[in-house]
T-cell receptor, first 112, second 113 residues
Framework: GENVEQHPSTLSVQEGDSAVIKCTYSDSASNYFPWYKQELGKGPQLIIDIRSNVGEKKDQRIAVTLNKTAKHFSLHITETQPEDSAVYFC???????????WGAGTKLIIKP | EAGVAQSPRYKIIEKRQSVAFWCNPISGHATLYWYQQILGQGPKLLIQFQNNGVVDDSQLPKDRFSAERLKGVDSTLKIQPAKLEDSAVYLCASSAGGFETQYFGPGTRLLVL
């Protein structure tokens, strides 16, 4: 069945440094990979996504890379800021049902 | 554009009681989702609606959970009777369909004592 593993569960970085969160998936037919940010007391919010026909996508300080051969994808945040502190979730989905399968989340802590 | 609205934001009940949650999706969004998020975990899909029809409810514990989407707009999720393990945040999301972005409401935090 479908499964997404996300690492690390907690990540603490110095403000201004980069943060990388990695996810692996099991279903080779997966073709949509979004990343969501969830702040305390709020619902998740999409920050970036990537389709299987693309290897990398960037949006200002945020980038996502996809390696379909190895079945893993990563979120990269550069020049981290205090407002980046949150829980980040990766997810995957298939064309067949568009349903998201979620990772367990990474708590990102930005140290001043 | 107004976001996804949910109410109540918090609810405390005793086990075996009933509870209902309400969701108003973004106007025009055909697809509506209910998720259960247990502390420290990612959201788990309970049920997906397309307009007022159910697309998938395979992970909905139907002996105690029910959901409906009135006229393809608002939706309610009910738990009857509640168990301790139902303590979680219940998230509602909506999208235009397919791989379009899912927009989430703030969630309802349920505590079952």
């Amino acid at each position: 069945g479908e499964n997404v593993e996300q690492h690390p569960s907690t990540l603490s970085v110095q403000e201004g440094d980069s943060a990388v969160i990695k996810c692996t998936y099991s279903d080779s037919a997966s073709n949509y990979f979004p990343w969501y940010k969830q702040e305390l007391g709020k619902g998740p919010q999409l920050i970036i996504d990537i389709r299987s026909n693309v290897g990398e996508k960037k949006d200002q300080r945020i980038a996502v890379t996809l390696n379909k051969t190895a079945k893993h994808f990563s979120l990269h945040i550069t020049e981290t800021q205090p407002e980046d502190s949150a829980v980040y979730f990766c997810a995957e989905a298939l064309n067949s049902n568009y349903q998201l399968i979620w990772g367990a989340g990474t708590k990102l802590i930005i140290k001043p | 554009e107004a976001g996804v609205a949910q109410s109540p934001r918090y609810k405390i009940i005793e086990k075996r009681q009933s509870v209902a949650f309400w969701c108003n999706p973004i106007s025009g969004h055909a697809t509506l989702y209910w998720y259960q998020q247990i502390l420290g975990q990612g959201p788990k899909l309970l049920i997906q609606f397309q307009n007022n029809g159910v697309v998938d409810d395979s992970q909905l514990p139907k002996d105690r959970f029910s959901a409906e989407r009135l006229k393809g707009v608002d939706s309610t999720l009910k738990i009857q009777p509640a168990k301790l393990e139902d303590s979680a945040v219940y998230l509602c999301a909506s999208s235009a369909g397919g791989f379009e972005t899912q927009y989430f409401g703030p969630g309802t935090r349920l505590l079952v004592l």
